[in-house]
């Protein structure tokens, strides 16, 4: 299983971009999607996060100004951002908290999937 993820990008603030993560493998699914951020010097901070029912959760950084979504049927997630700022320039991370593999006819759970992250970065 892998996670790929893209979007990112340089955009002046108060600009939008939308960051794409897509589960690949024998994936029969993902649990919780999750964004996390880690900008220089600082600790990775949850951004926001989809349960497999569509809920959500938001940093408070985050909230009003991006939404997570998914598509279950493309094992993808993403992160549509608006209204960025400068304090918003980080790499950004997708994490699947539990994916369901299904190969050989067996279904099992693997566990804490990380994408590569992609870089976004606001100018002001």
């Known amino acids: 299983v892998q996670l790929q993820a893209s979007g990112g990008g340089l955009v002046q603030a108060g600009g939008s971009l939308t960051l794409s993560c897509a589960a690949s493998?024998?994936?029969?699914?993902?649990?919780?999607w999750d964004w996390y951020r880690q900008a220089p010097g600082k600790q990775r901070e949850l951004v926001a996060s989809?349960?497999?029912?569509?809920?959500?959760k938001y940093a408070d950084s985050a909230k009003r100004r991006f939404t997570i979504s998914r598509d279950n049927a493309k094992y993808t997630v993403y992160l549509q951002m608006n209204s960025l700022k400068p304090e918003d320039t980080s790499v950004y991370y997708c994490?699947?908290?539990?994916?369901?593999?299904?190969?050989?006819?067996?279904?099992?759970?693997?566990?804490?999937?990380w994408g590569q992250g992609t870089q976004v970065t606001v100018s002001s």
């Open positions: 994490h699947a908290d539990r994916v369901e593999i299904y190969q050989d006819s067996s279904l099992w759970y693997e566990y804490d999937y």
């Open positions: 493998g024998s994936i029969f699914g993902v649990n919780t």
């Open positions: 989809i349960t497999s029912d569509g809920s959500t």
